[in-house]
Nanobody, 116 residues
Framework: QVQLVESGGGLVQAGGSLRLSCQAS????????VSWYRQSQNDEREFVAF???????DYADAVKGRFTISKDNAKDTVFLQMNRLKPSDTDVYYC??????????WGQGTQVTVSS
């Protein structure tokens, strides 16, 4: 069983930045995919980005050029650096991991609020 704990959410003005962290309970390098999703109330969870254990990366079109996913295997942590934030980025952000995208394991989520 893998546990994922997100942190780093908060309130920021439009144009600002936040960095989210996803701490895994075990070796993050053993997880094939680690992804970030986001969800607004009454909406489906939306893919944001993934990083594969071979280092390959992909982003949703809505965040390309603004968000950067990275990982620190030594700390079993995946990061999501979010720059040039927009009010439309306001959501609960979830870390996800497993053999697919999305995978089996979800974190509890962290709220990101971008004010205009």
């Amino acid at each position: 069983q893998v546990q994922l704990v997100e942190s780093g959410g908060g309130l920021v003005q439009a144009g600002g930045s936040l960095r989210l962290s996803c701490q895994a309970s075990g070796s993050i390098s053993s997880l094939k995919f680690v992804s970030w999703y986001r969800q607004s109330q009454n909406d489906e969870r939306e893919f944001v980005a993934f990083i594969k254990n071979d280092g390959s990366i992909d982003y949703a079109d809505a965040v390309k050029g603004r968000f950067t996913i990275s990982k620190d295997n030594a700390k079993d942590t995946v990061f999501l650096q979010m720059n040039r934030l927009k009010p439309s980025d306001t959501d609960v952000y979830y870390c996800n991991a497993g053999k697919t995208v999305p995978g089996r394991y979800w974190g509890q989520g962290t709220q990101v609020t971008v004010s205009s």
